[in-house]
């Protein structure tokens, strides 16, 4: 496995990218997480110089037949940037080997079978990978300003279609710590139905849960998400 260094308008010196090499160390990563399949590092630069503390932007992508891992940290160089995102990723990394093993044997759905729990799910491609559509070719693409707009736009940038296991709150609640966001999209494994859980205060999340049940629409309304202590 190799790591991929790429800059979003900016360049990429090679001493940077041999000090991702030397930083990234991959046998350390392989031994948290021994079925890695790539990790992909993306250098970018903010020109607006009142932020010259946070100007340079580095964000670490692993994928693995686990969930994805995601890092990132911005500082006044790229590898100041590079240190903090490394540190983020080693931390996350530890705490997925950690839980992993805490809690071996516990069944999880696989992909495979998200057709015979989710109706409608999208199927599986021979190869066994999940079949993703993350741009419609059909659809004429333009640009306008730094935005990449479908059609008539401006509304609907990109769309992006994934299969997911359906999973319980814990474990959406594990994976959004993993990627490093402030909410996540999933698909509850007892109502079958999407759901998000995201970020509140200090250690406090929200979840919100989508029903197609006309009786449950009218007695709820959208913002009546739980909310959880952290």
Do not use: C, W
């Amino acid at each position: 496995m190799d790591i991929v260094v790429k800059g979003r308008k900016t360049e990429v010196p090679e001493r940077f990218r041999k000090h991702v090499a030397e930083k990234l160390n991959l046998e350390k990563i392989q031994k948290l997480d021994g079925k890695v399949i790539s990790l992909d590092v993306e250098v970018s630069k903010e020109p607006n110089p009142r932020q010259a503390d946070r100007s340079d932007r580095v964000e670490i992508t692993l994928r693995s037949r686990g969930p994805v891992i995601r890092a990132e940290a911005a500082a006044s160089d790229p590898y100041a940037a590079l240190d903090l995102a490394a540190e983020k990723l080693d931390a996350r990394l530890r705490k997925q080997h950690d839980k992993r093993f805490s809690r071996r044997g516990a069944r999880r759905i696989s992909a495979a079978e998200v057709p015979d729990h989710v109706p409608g799910a999208a199927t599986l491609n021979g190869a066994g990978a999940g079949s993703v559509t993350e741009e419609r070719e059909a659809v004429p693409t333009k640009k306008i300003g730094s935005l990449e707009v479908q059609g008539d736009g401006p509304l609907i940038v990109r769309e992006k279609t994934h299969v997911a296991a359906p999973m319980t709150l814990d474990q959406a609640l594990y994976e959004m710590e993993l990627v490093g966001h402030d909410f996540y999209l999933f698909i509850d494994s007892e109502t079958k139905e999407p759901s998000v859980v995201y970020r509140r205060h200090a250690y406090d999340y929200g979840v919100i849960h989508l029903s197609t049940d006309t009786m449950v629409t009218q007695t709820q309304s959208p913002e009546a998400g739980g909310t959880l202590g952290g």
